[in-house]
């Protein structure tokens, strides 16, 4: 069975990216923020960490990652994670799958 979770939210001012240049900004640096935004709205278990973190894909408004997750039921999978700019505003979100 496939859990697939997608989310989608405004990047928030206090997070860990905030002031930097979009194109300065690193998949690294958007992991704490994927990691809070899951674990704000957990039902099944708790994403305790994402490693092996890869850039998939850049353009000046799209950054796409991929890494590896450690649930807190012990399971690993892969999660997906993006971060957008549009007209001056910047989204964030993952999939699970």
């Not at 353009?59 to 999978?77: K, P």
Request: aromatic share 10%; hydrophobic share 40%; charged share 25%.
């Amino acid at each position: 069975m496939v859990l697939a979770l997608l989310a989608l939210a405004p990047a928030c001012g206090g997070s860990a990216f905030s002031g930097k240049e979009f194109h300065k900004i690193e998949c690294n640096d958007l992991v704490p923020e994927i990691v809070d935004m899951y674990n704000d709205n957990a039902v099944f278990s708790e994403l305790l960490k994402i490693y092996d973190v890869r850039e998939v894909r850049r353009t000046h408004s799209l950054i796409r990652c991929h890494g590896d997750v450690i649930w807190s039921r012990g399971d690993d999978e892969g999660i997906a994670f993006h971060l957008q700019e549009v007209e001056g505003d910047w989204f964030i979100g993952y999939e699970v799958d």
